[in-house]
């Protein structure tokens, strides 16, 4: 296993690598970069200025140094803007110069933020982890029982009508039903039962312990839930479907023909086999709802979270922390892989990956 391991933790190297080159250069071909959108936002500001006095174009002419933004930027200020930036070195100089620095894991400053991109993934991952884990728990502790019930009850009435909401769970995104919420509950259209914004109340942070507790689990019932809903389907599914398969195996007859009761045949013999890849799929399940799931909903809630962000810095063009998220949304990706083989083997010791051809 440790062979393995190993081999799997070297490919860590090229896969990061390859996935952030092949995002450098398509952003190198991309419109509208951080450059483009300060100029943008100087010669908006002139243009404003101009039509507040009036003069346009021709106060501007008359007075070279005032309104700077309705006759253009001077190239020496976009010489510098660029400079800012760092766009006044070639492509392949910054590339080198990024790649190096992300190997110690210096990520550098946002361009539009006064801080680093460390500090903001610090300041922003506990809301994101914290609506990852309450979403990847509920939808484990919704989505196994009622995957066995299915399975045990295969063809029933029970088993129609549930499917009938895993459907409907698995057809509608989470962001729809994190809509469909707010408009109910959240003031919408009927009640305000939920807040609508952030994980806190305002002045929170000076309550005692019990009442701040109840403030964060008022506020994450809605995004949770959506959250939930949006996830438990396919895992559902997955659950019933192993077990069908479980239950249909010989040792399974066998034990019943000795005489093992249901429940004995159920928990202690099916059980840990149809569950292997429920549980070994936990930590790619959590990335999931952490990195794709919870980005919509967070900008629904208002959750300044990673996924509020990645979506800001996406709009905005601030590609240290475009490009610092992406690194470690992938690295955190390819060790929870790792992290989901050792779960196999937890679960089934037989298993062993060192074997394989």
Known sequence: ?????????????????????????????APGGPVEQMIAELKGKGDSTARMTGGGTEVAAADPGSYRGARGLEPEMVAEIKRMFGFDKPALTRYWHMLRDYASFDFGRSFFRDQT??????????????????????????SIPLGIAKAVRDGSRFDVMTSAAVLVGYAVPGFLFAILLVVLFAGGSFVQWFPLRGLASSG????????????????????????????????????????????RKHYVTTARAKGASERRVLYGHVFRNAMLLVVAGFPAAFIGILFSSSLLVEIVFSLDGIGLLGFESAIRRDYPVMFGTLYIFTLLGLVMQIIGDLMYTVVDPRIDFESRS
């Open 204 to 247: 929170a942070e000076t309550w005692p312990w019990p009442a701040r507790i109840a403030d964060y689990l008022w506020h994450i019932v809605l995004p949770t839930t959506a959250l939930v809903v949006g996830g438990f389907a396919s895992l559902t599914m997955l659950t019933k479907n192993s077990f069908l398969e479980e239950i």
């Open 1 to 29: 296993m440790a062979g393995y391991l190993l081999r799997r933790l070297l490919l860590v190297i090229p896969t990061l690598l390859g996935i952030i080159t092949i995002n450098f250069a398509v952003v190198q071909f």
């Open 117 to 142: 991109v460390l500090g903001l993934l610090a300041q922003k991952m506990p809301v994101s982890i914290s609506l990852g884990l309450w979403s990847t728990l509920l939808v484990y502790l919704v």
